[in-house]
């Protein structure tokens, strides 16, 4: 083969900028041959209205669209291109099984508004796919129409509030521990109540001393996340939700760690009342840019009435829908999704579950916690984990071991680009200084953990040599340089910070020092 040809094709490829394609067309060129206008000068056949100008489309072969948009995809980085240890995203493989699934005729080509009868099919996969969840969570009821796990807080809460109106007994208050993701108390203010922080004690974990003082019986619900986003399982639990349902409170449990405990917890045993499930975290359906995600939400008995409409039932012979209160007695506090839900994610997520077995997602669970508690383990002494002690599915590092080097996270984590790894989750949780929170999740090999473990060693050395030009040049292989993060950090949304002021500034891992 010539070498000039492969130096051709692959030129482009290598080039960091890639033109605009209207930079790359020419509007005398067209992919396609169009028939000539046939219609008469002067034809007034769409009321007259007629283009007048050119439009300036670009005009480019196939090929060279087709080039152009794989190379702006190439640019991106994903989850098939890498490992990707975005901490409390849970960056799962997407098994090309559940696309196959998922694009079958009479899957892929279902219509939402075909009559019930057609769709039996579709329905007795959402309520198997239901069954599966109220098993592995232990919670007998589920809405399956939330979009995402903070739709899913919001439908959670909204389905609270509900119950408590039911009962006359409006509250006022809900409570979020400081290292809760920001969804959290933003769920609780949109849904009008006042937001209160309970402290981290020095392990990582909810202070139980506090979150008591806290509780009141003007409380509706605590949120805890668990495994909390320390990545640390919040070991008094029982204490916690017992302590809730003193004051007649709900306990909401954000489940966006649940892929390190399925098959081993049940949440309802632990008290919880109401969870979210992100599918896309947990059962390995797409992230997607924003959606389409799914967060159905298990409930309690008790909370069950009040969830909103539709939801699939079953008399045995058949499956239906129930879209009214009228149709079943009970008391939804209205819908939250147009049609059903994301189907296309409910058969991903099922796909998922019946390949992999019962004891195939008890692996996967055990295997996203050994995974990290590798990481950990082995960066242990060239950078600081946050807290001693085993980890759950995500590993928590702060900057200690960046101190008086001139090197921040942030300049760390851009560092990591030009090694060819997705940085890890920086900055967050807030409870930790300079936080690196790093999720390998199950089906990365150890080759590839070891790598990773390679590469951040060599950089936290470099950090420590006082190299510091060389990382706030960072990245330097990437289609695009560093950006003015500063003006990010002063954005409103971005700044959430628990209400204790005081402490916030002091880490809770670092109190001794
Ligand atoms: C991801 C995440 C959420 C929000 O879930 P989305 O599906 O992204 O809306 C909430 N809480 C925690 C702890 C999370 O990690």
Redo the contacts with the bound molecule.
């Keep these: 083969m010539p070498e000039t040809g492969a130096t051709i094709s692959g030129h482009r490829g290598l080039q960091l900028e890639e033109p605009l394609i209207f930079e790359q067309g020419s509007p005398s060129k067209t992919a396609v041959d169009l028939p000539e206008n046939a219609l008469p000068a002067g034809s007034e056949r769409l009321g007259g209205v007629r283009r007048r100008d050119t439009i300036g489309l670009p005009g480019l072969s196939e090929p060279e669209v087709v080039r152009h948009y794989l190379r702006l995809s190439q640019k991106n980085y994903s989850i098939d291109s890498g490992l990707f240890t975005l901490g409390?995203?849970t960056m799962k493989h997407n098994p090309r099984l559940n696309e196959k699934v998922a694009r079958l005729p009479g899957i892929g080509d279902l219509h939402p508004l075909q009559p019930v009868s057609s769709v039996q099919g579709a329905l007795e996969l959402i309520h198997t796919l239901a069954h599966w969840l109220t098993t592995l969570t232990g919670l007998p009821a589920v809405a399956m129409s939330p979009a995402?796990?903070?739709?899913g807080e919001l439908v959670g809460l909204m389905t609270i509030r509900a119950a408590l109106e039911d009962r006359g007994d409006p509250r006022k208050r809900v409570l979020v521990p400081e290292s809760a993701?920001g969804?959290n108390p933003a769920t609780a203010a949109a849904c009008g109540y006042t937001v209160e922080t309970i402290d981290a004690d020095a392990r990582g974990r909810v202070d139980l001393g506090h979150l008591r003082e806290q509780l009141a019986s003007d409380v509706a619900a605590i949120m805890v996340?668990n495994p909390n986003?320390c990545g640390l399982f919040e070991s008094e639990i029982l204490d916690i939700a017992a302590a809730a349902h003193d004051v007649g409170a709900f306990f909401y449990c954000?489940g966006?760690?649940f892929n390190a405990i399925v098959g081993r917890v049940r949440p309802g045993d632990l008290g919880v009342d109401c969870m979210h499930i992100?599918l896309?975290?947990t059962f390995s359906t797409p992230h997607g840019g924003g959606g389409p995600?799914s967060?159905p939400v298990v409930l309690s008995q008790e909370l069950a009435p009040f969830a909103p409409v539709p939801y699939v039932v079953t008399d045995g012979n058949g499956y239906a829908l129930v879209e009214h209160s009228r149709d079943s007695g009970q008391k939804p506090f209205g819908r939250v999704k147009g049609f059903h839900g994301q189907f296309g994610m409910f058969v991903r997520a099922l796909a998922y579950m019946m390949s992999m077995g019962a004891d195939g997602l008890r692996q996967a669970s055990a295997d996203a916690v050994l995974n990290a508690n590798y990481i950990m383990a082995e960066l242990d002494g060239a950078m600081t984990p946050a807290f001693s002690g085993p980890c759950m599915h995500e590993a928590l590092f702060d900057d200690r071991f960046l101190k008086d080097s001139g090197v921040t996270t942030l300049d760390f984590a851009k560092a990591m680009i030009d090694e060819g790894f997705h940085p890890m989750t920086v900055y967050f949780p807030l409870v930790v200084h300079g936080a690196m929170l790093v999720e390998p999740t199950e089906t990365e090999s150890k080759e590839t953990l070891d790598q990773f473990i390679e590469s951040l060693r060599g950089l936290a050395q470099r950090a420590k040599s006082g190299d510091s030009d060389y990382f706030r040049g960072a990245p330097r292989l990437a289609p695009r340089r560093r950006l003015d993060e500063t003006k990010a950090a002063r954005s409103p949304v971005l700044r959430w910070r628990p209400t204790r002021d005081t402490k916030a500034e002091k880490p809770i891992n670092q109190a001794a020092e």
Excluded: F, P
């Design positions: 409390s995203c995402a796990g903070a739709h993701h969804t996340t986003t954000d966006a760690n992100n896309h975290k995600g967060g």
